[in-house]
Each structure stands twice: as structure tokens, then as C-alpha cells.
């Protein structure tokens, strides 16, 4: 079982940074791939970016390739979303996410464990 807490999110004008956190508790969280999604008003629940166990590997959605990194501390138990030069299509709720198996997926049917959602408000 993983517990998943997100933190971070806020109100923003664009062009700004911000970081989202994810505190993880549970023993697997070393061995699952990890993930955020975003879910903006109106729209589906989509994939943002994904990390192996390892940290070595890692994938982004298009819109966010080159402006959000994302990251993760196996001795912490946390993940992060580093969001640089936000736009305000990146206005969403923001959710941390887990899944059995350290291989990332783009999928969110894929993930097992997902944090209640942190508000990330961006204005023109």
C-alpha cells in the first residue's frame, strides 16, 4: 500500500516556476514508477511526465517537454515536479500517482495510488 500526499501548488503568473512535491509512505515506493497527471477544468485527466524507479529514466508529455523536470529521492520518499516558464493552459489540478513495477507508463490506468490533487493557477 502507498499513501500519496502532494504539496506545492498555488496561484502563479505566467512565466513563473513552481515546484509540486509528493511525499510517498509505504516500502514499495523505491520499486514503483511514478508519475503526475494533470486534470484542467473541463478536460480528462492527462499525463504529464513519469520516472522509472531508478530515476534514470524519465518521459514528458509534449507541451511540458523542456520546461518541467521531473524527480524523485528513493531515501526521502518523494517525487517532484519542477514546473519552469508556466503558461496558462498549465492551469490544472495536479496529481502525484504510483504504480506497482518500476517501468514508467503514459497511461494512467497503469497506476495504482494517487494523492489527493494539489491547484496550480496560472494567470496571464
Known amino acids: 500500500q502507498v499513501q500519496l500526499v502532494e504539496s506545492g501548488g498555488g496561484l502563479v503568473q505566467a512565466g513563473d516556476s513552481l515546484r509540486l512535491s509528493c511525499a510517498a509512505s509505504?516500502?514499495?515506493?523505491?520499486?514503483?514508477?511514478m508519475a503526475w497527471f494533470r486534470q484542467g477544468p473541463g478536460k480528462e485527466r492527462e499525463f504529464v511526465a513519469t520516472i522509472n524507479w531508478s530515476g534514470r529514466s524519465t518521459e514528458y508529455t509534449d507541451s511540458v517537454e523542456g520546461r518541467f523536470t521531473i524527480a524523485r529521492d528513493n531515501a526521502k520518499n518523494t517525487v517532484s515536479l519542477q514546473m519552469n516558464s508556466l503558461k496558462p493552459e498549465d492551469t490544472a489540478v495536479y496529481y502525484c500517482a504510483a504504480k506497482a513495477g518500476g517501468i514508467t507508463s503514459r497511461s494512467r490506468w497503469s497506476y495504482d495510488y494517487w494523492g489527493q490533487g494539489t491547484r496550480v493557477t496560472v494567470s496571464s
Open positions: 509505504g516500502r514499495t515506493f523505491s520499486s514503483s514508477a
